[in-house]
Nanobody, 125 residues
């Protein structure tokens, strides 16, 4: 079973930056596409970004495009989310997730098999 653990969340001011990391263990990391999702209080979990198995393809939600960058280091079994130009509406718990299917544009919560426990990101205005 693949285990995922996020880190790097915290408090940032609007316009600032944070870098989230998600370390994986348990199964071959490079056989999974990885995604980042977020869930704000009272809202459903939503897609943020996705990266293919070897990092050739990435997808972003329109709300973060141009501000967030997803990347991965398969040698270190880690996926990253660099978040720049943060806005108060980016406040949420951020989750990384793994999808054994590498087909493009799999953006739904139910399409991911493994999830981390989440890390809180709070952006103050």
């Amino acid at each position: 079973q693949l285990q995922l653990r996020e880190s790097g969340g915290g408090l940032a001011q609007a316009g600032g930056s944070l870098r989230l990391s998600c370390a994986a263990s348990g199964l071959p990391f490079s056989t999974y596409a990885l995604g980042w999702f977020r869930q704000a209080p009272g809202k459903e979990r939503e897609f943020v970004a996705r990266i293919s198995r070897i990092g050739l393809t990435t997808y972003y939600a329109d709300s973060v495009k141009g501000r967030f960058t997803i990347s991965r280091d398969n040698a270190k079994n880690t996926v990253f989310l660099q978040m720049n130009s943060l806005k108060p509406e980016d406040t949420a718990v951020y989750y990384c997730a793994a999808d054994p299917i590498n087909t493009s544009q799999r953006l739904g919560v139910g399409q991911y098999s493994y999830w981390g426990q989440g890390t809180q990101v709070t952006v103050s205005s």
